[in-house]
Nanobody, 127 residues
């Protein structure tokens, strides 16, 4: 069982930055691929970024490439999402997710690739 707790959301002006954190419980965190997804009001939950268990491989949605960076610290059981040059369309509830497939080499980009989810953190970008 893995529990995920996101933090770091808030209100920021367009062009600003935020760093989201996701703290995970469970001693096998270091073997899981991790992902970030987001869900704007009234819309589906979409992929944002993912990172392999080792941190060597990452992937991003086209809409955030060059602006967002995903990273992880396995010693702290934490994954991060650094968000720069934020836009109003980035406003959403952001969810952290864990893929319990040990040592998956390529992190997934679909909701169905992930089994464990956090409760979400709200990010609001004002224009």
């Amino acid at each position: 069982q893995v529990q995920l707790v996101e933090s770091g959301g808030g209100l920021v002006q367009a062009g600003g930055s935020l760093r989201l954190s996701c703290a995970a419980s469970g001693r096998t965190f270091s073997t899981y691929a991790m992902g970030w997804f987001r869900q704007p009001p009234g819309k589906e939950r979409d992929f944002v970024a993912a990172i392999s268990w080792s941190g060597r491989r990452t992937r991003y949605a086209d809409s955030v490439k060059g602006r967002f960076t995903i990273s992880r610290d396995n010693a702290k059981n934490t994954v991060y999402l650094q968000m720069n040059s934020l836009k109003p369309e980035d406003s959403a509830v952001y969810y952290c997710a864990a893929d319990p497939t040990d040592y998956r080499s390529s992190p997934g980009a679909y909701n169905s690739d992930y089994h464990y989810w956090g409760q979400g953190t709200q990010v609001t970008v004002s224009s």
